[in-house]
């Protein structure tokens, strides 16, 4: 079973079609119910909207628990909020995360927002933008590295260890677009938007048991 975690802020529908859709003989189900994300065998923690809401409606449902003990022993994917949430500390709306990954999640810099030419960037960042795989990773099996994938954000993470940095993206400075540590990987795009390569993601995600050597990783500097 693949529990997909439902607190109320985010585009589940989609996560859920796209899941079924490349893992059919999957029990696929969203859920805000802590036993069945407890009982399944991989969970999908999605998420959009603002982080101090998020993060008030994952306690409020009663989920801190549920997706702590989920981050710990069962393959993991966050995806865009869900990513965010796993670090200690967000400037959208000063307020505190799970504290799973160390590091911060920032907005990106108005000071900085100008591409090649000198043109403005708007912020969110939304649209297609290229992904380049940081490490060797079950999940990246198959997709062409700098494989192009849908993003809506305004902040990003800064994780305190480089070394969990699966990918990077460039808007206009290089940020941390995955990240991946032993049974966890999380995403700051939308996989069940970004077609093809989203698609060959969450079909590695539906057949992963969740091993992962950081010892055993290629890294390379992104």
Sequence with gaps: MIAIVDYGMGNLRSVEKA???????SKVLVTSD?????????VIFPGQGAMPDCMRELDARGLRDAV????????????????????????EGNVAGLGILRGRVKRFPADQMFDTSGEKLK???????????????????GIEDQSRFYFVHSYYVEP??????????RY????ASAVAKRNIFAVQFHPEKSQHAGLALLRNFS???????SGEKQVRLC
């Design 68 to 91: 702590l003990q989920a981050a710990r022993d069962k393959p993991f994917l966050g995806i865009c909020i869900g990513l965010q949430m796993l670090f200690e500390f967000s400037e």
């Design 19 to 25: 899941v079924e859709h490349v893992s059919p003989n």
């Design 160 to 169: 305190e260890d480089e070394s969990i940095v699966a990918a990077t993206s």
């Design 123 to 141: 912020v969110p960042h939304i649209g297609w933008n290229e992904v380049e795989e940081c490490m060797s990773h079950p999940l990246w099996e």
């Design 207 to 213: 057949a992963w048991n969740g091993e992962f050597s």
């Design 172 to 175: 206009p400075f290089r940020f």
């Design 34 to 42: 802590p036993g069945k994300i407890l009982e399944a065998d991989r």
